[in-house]
């Protein structure tokens, strides 16, 4: 992996919040609140801020009131306010869209660099947020599978080789393990790219894109996703578990994902690692090794290969047009 | 183990409910069902019935007020009606006291036969309770360690031996496993006697009394004494967990013991087995074997071992007069 | 449900052992002492004798080397000797088949007697078997999802409402659950059927008859399905899981379903629930309520529904002959 | 906290490896393979070289024979081999004892300095190990609490603030949480320092020093820290455990303390978080607070706080001489 490191003079830090649409807000807050064990920090007419129990900002998930589903904005956190300015440098020498929204525009939410990825994806960078208290040791507060963080995202593309590029080279990512296809061709069909030191802060798959798989919240133990399957179902949200419990190969997860009541998907998981050495040599897998996907586990419904969440056009505040792959997408055992 | 048969027509099932008394009903309440996760079925001026997930009954814990900390009832339910007067038979045989209680005039129980054990435990026998829902399916409302039933009673009598005999020979309870003196001596210093087949639904050690040292909760996971001891210390009670988490030898409980805002002490634990096979003979430990009392764990405080429950006389409602044992009680390792 | 107590004069406790047919007896004793967890008592030529870590008999699972998977024999445990002949002369009034075996013509095991029920299952009971000491707190030698018990077995038969009719009836099983067709119709489906006081040591289903589904074990805690599918996938054995983690509704298990190396079915589950108060009215299912089923989960395979173990007959040694169901036996949602 | 920038030019990525002194190998590789569940990658007449499931590395753990009890060296990886030069010209400028090993001189390990730091501490510094496979996902092998990686050390010094001034401004690292007396005093008796992002890779205390208290594991679960228990007391090791399971407040830890055959002590724990906002203030605590020792859990014993692991010296390869702390070093709730 060559890095150009001309302008790599900034610092993501990580994955920092997600935004999804939602059709009903109260009906979304309760379930994701009462079902599954998220906070709510604040409320206003048009939003519900959320956070998991590690959090010390203000929120690391908005639930914004849509007539559409989908996905708002992805919210990387960087490490000082200069490195916002550095960003836009950059996106801006691309001629990629950007617009700064002033410090709290966004509630919480000091300055803001919202760009469009060169993907089409609804980026947006932050510095600070307003502090809130961690409820990490509020254990009489916890209920359910009760996510510790908002961890990552996974997003589909067009050709997945290019996201990989782009986030490596040009923004920093470090690749813990991907998916190849077979010598000689040895094209990237999906990439688990990190800045802080799990396996993932941005997943990259091919497939319809831009659009978002899901966003992925961490566990505070195993046994979290059986508790988190145990209290949907028994909240009346059986039907909405779209996959698992189950293993990924890939990655460790032992997950399970969830569509919320507007269809936007999430997982909960637990049991990645560290990857703190950096230059360790990402792992590989094979697109058709069946233990990619589940180490164990059962086969994975067609709507989870299929479908995906729209993101929204930073200049027309529309869902994105979305382009077909440009190569298989789909494992052969799926099909 | 030889049993008077002649008068044995009798079944008691299992151990039922428990009353404790409590000075403040309001923040007894709140400490079993916010911070313990009890759950409440009903009220009124001086009760709160509780009850734990797996129950189908109106409670299996009574908090009563009054202004003497203690054990007002040990509940136990028998199979059907006529062993009510079976039992009635045998206690006034032997002059003990006893007392009938009409239908619901104890809320949520049916025909109630009192009575003071020889060793002045008040017992209360019954074979109905107002049904209620299982609230074990109800996953969306279980927290902290959740309790799934009332297990047993463990008290303490002068000498354990007596109330070892009792219990087996005259009302039909089995051994599980039992404390004794080394040869040839064979002095029982403690018994796990159950009526159901878990360890034990009632517990006779020797030391003060009659008192009585625990009731015991059984939790769904061992990970629930984990989530009872970080839900107690959230919530304020740290200082309340008196010994524990640890692992009994005897019994295999992992356990950790709590007491409540008035002192009164209870178990949650888990890890016991099912002792379907009657015949079985008791596992025998020595009274100075210190993994008998924790297979691993930190010693436990002397005031595990010195302070117990005062129970209520059935003739006064004042708390009986205590004896002390007549064989020592505290093991070597302790003293 | 209305108890034939004329002959009633016995007392089967609980389900005992289970005998399966393995091609190679060695790879079979790797799959379930090295992948599955559990303890191997002894073994001869033709024969493993296994158990689980609670179990203080011999065996509690039978592998025997047969050129045909199936089921060899189903074990209850009686209280005592006199039950046998109690038995015996039930069945033999009845003209099933039956023989008696000398006590360790069976290894391990006393005086048996083998009789074919009336659905054609071969049945076997037992007083006395050669006691083992129990693993229970052997604990580092626990491995993997670490079997508690054999906690029950769930076999087909052309019309449950008969098995369901002669198992109450005739030998003095409890219900707890059971799955009825829509009112007024009301026939017995499935009814899981108990003498120890768990949910069931036998559940009979209308289906193809006599076959076995499955065989059940109980693990220590819900952690232990996870476990227990990790260490499958682990050890080569991802494709044997056949379905789940997932939970009933009916019983309330977390369960995992195996196939072992000869595609016989065993489930390793937790979480359902002490049923000491016999007389509790049992809880009625609608056949085609999806929550019986899975409470949460991913939709069983087809092959679950379809696919079960031939049973021995006693009278030949070869597999029984199997009857097609007389009523819909696989739910709507199935279908 | 100021950084002294002009030679902090390298980067240490995280504590890798800590040698502890047995008397008689054999014995402590039992103990830590089969009893605490590490996995020994390699030995030879003086060591055995064990590593957790996480590691890529061939040992995080090295036993070396010796008469002795105590701490042979703390390693910590770097980043590049160049960064060990950077490091060599700091210690050579404060005219810090240190020497240079070649590639391999120690087994599985790329070229080291070795320095003792200002407090007496022998720390190696290395940017190379040999690879070895993660053990992850090979879950048949996994047994017990299964340890994930090493985490960290906890070390004794007569004045802590001055090794939190030296690890931060110096060596660049990164402080989570703090015990602080109370103003206008505000000296540091205790810190927990990272480089990764978690809640540290060295903990500096006030107390006699230079020793060790411990080094932590990270368990994959928090039932982890109770199956290490129970696997250590049936393991005949019961006495070894010396305090614990409880909570930390500071950390948020899940832990238990282990002595070893030898008496060096190690502790297993789960339940701390990530750090990867370094700007983040660190949490303050009041040395006399409680509750930072023990969010939950019974009284530490004394041992505890009053025995710790002498550390080797470079120059002449016998224990450091150790000198009192300048200040009060234990809370006044244990005195």
């Given at each position: 992996m060559?890095r150009?490191?001309d302008d790599?003079?900034f610092?993501?830090?990580?994955?920092?919040?997600i935004?999804?649409?939602?059709?009903?807000?109260s009906?979304s807050?309760?379930?994701?609140?009462d079902?599954?064990?998220?906070?709510?920090?604040?409320?206003?007419e048009r939003?519900v801020y959320l956070r998991?129990i590690?959090?010390?900002?203000h929120h690391?998930?908005v639930l914004?009131?849509?007539g559409?589903p989908g996905?708002?904005a992805?919210g990387f956190?960087v490490?000082r306010?200069?490195?916002?300015d550095?960003?836009?440098r950059k996106?801006?020498a691309?001629?990629?869209?950007?617009r700064?929204?002033?410090?709290?525009e966004?509630?919480g939410?000091?300055?803001?660099l919202?760009v469009q990825?060169?993907f089409g994806?609804?980026?947006?960078?932050?510095a600070?947020k307003?502090?809130?208290?961690s409820?990490?040791?509020?254990?009489?507060l916890?209920?359910?599978g009760?996510?510790?963080r908002?961890?990552?995202?996974?997003?589909l593309?067009p050709?997945a080789q290019?996201?990989?590029?782009?986030y490596?080279?040009?923004?920093?990512?470090f690749?813990?393990?991907y998916?190849?296809?077979?010598?000689?061709?040895d094209h990237?069909?999906?990439a688990?790219?990190?800045r802080?030191?799990t396996?993932?802060?941005?997943?990259?798959?091919t497939g319809p894109?831009?659009t978002?798989?899901?966003a992925g919240?961490s566990?505070m133990?195993?046994?979290?996703?059986i508790?988190?399957c145990d209290?949907l179902?028994?909240?009346?949200?059986a039907?909405?578990?779209e996959?698992?419990p189950a293993?990924?190969?890939?990655?460790?997860a032992l997950?399970?994902y969830v569509?919320?009541p507007?269809?936007?998907?999430?997982?909960l998981?637990t049991g990645d690692?560290?990857t703190v050495?950096r230059?360790?040599p990402?792992k590989?897998?094979?697109?058709?090794?069946?233990?990619?996907q589940?180490?164990?586990g059962?086969?994975?419904?067609r709507c989870w290969?299929e479908?995906?969440?729209?993101?929204?056009?930073?200049?027309?505040?529309?869902?994105?047009?979305v382009?077909?792959p440009?190569?298989?997408?789909?494992?052969?055992y799926v099909e």
């Amino acid at each position: 992996m060559e890095r150009n490191m001309d302008d790599m003079n900034f610092n993501i830090l990580r994955l920092g919040h997600i935004e999804y649409f939602v059709d009903d807000l109260s009906r979304s807050r309760d379930f994701y609140v009462d079902a599954v064990g998220l906070f709510e920090t604040e409320r206003d007419e048009r939003h519900v801020y959320l956070r998991a129990i590690e959090d010390r900002e203000h929120h690391s998930m908005v639930l914004t009131q849509s007539g559409t589903p989908g996905v708002g904005a992805i919210g990387f956190r960087v490490s000082r306010e200069e490195d916002l300015d550095q960003l836009a440098r950059k996106f801006q020498a691309r001629q990629l869209p950007m617009r700064w929204l002033q410090p709290w525009e966004k509630r919480g939410q000091g300055r803001t660099l919202q760009v469009q990825d060169p993907f089409g994806f609804p980026i947006e960078y932050y510095a600070t947020k307003q502090p809130v208290e961690s409820l990490l040791q509020q254990y009489h507060l916890h209920r359910h599978g009760c996510p510790t963080r908002l961890d990552h995202v996974n997003v589909l593309m067009p050709d997945a080789q290019a996201g990989y590029e782009w986030y490596t080279r040009e923004l920093g990512f470090f690749c813990s393990e991907y998916t190849q296809s077979a010598p000689p061709d040895d094209h990237v069909y999906g990439a688990w790219l990190y800045r802080k030191p799990t396996t993932h802060d941005l997943a990259v798959m091919t497939g319809p894109g831009p659009t978002m798989h899901h966003a992925g919240f961490s566990l505070m133990e195993p046994m979290g996703v059986i508790r988190a399957c145990d209290a949907l179902a028994a909240a009346g949200y059986a039907d909405n578990i779209e996959r698992g419990p189950a293993r990924h190969g890939i990655s460790n997860a032992l997950f399970v994902y969830v569509r919320d009541p507007d269809g936007n998907r999430f997982e909960l998981y637990t049991g990645d690692y560290l990857t703190v050495d950096r230059d360790q040599p990402p792992k590989r897998w094979e697109l058709d090794n069946p233990r990619r996907q589940s180490l164990w586990g059962p086969p994975p419904p067609r709507c989870w290969f299929e479908e995906s969440m729209r993101v929204t056009s930073l200049a027309t505040g529309e869902p994105q047009p979305v382009q077909a792959p440009t190569t298989r997408a789909i494992p052969l055992y799926v099909e």
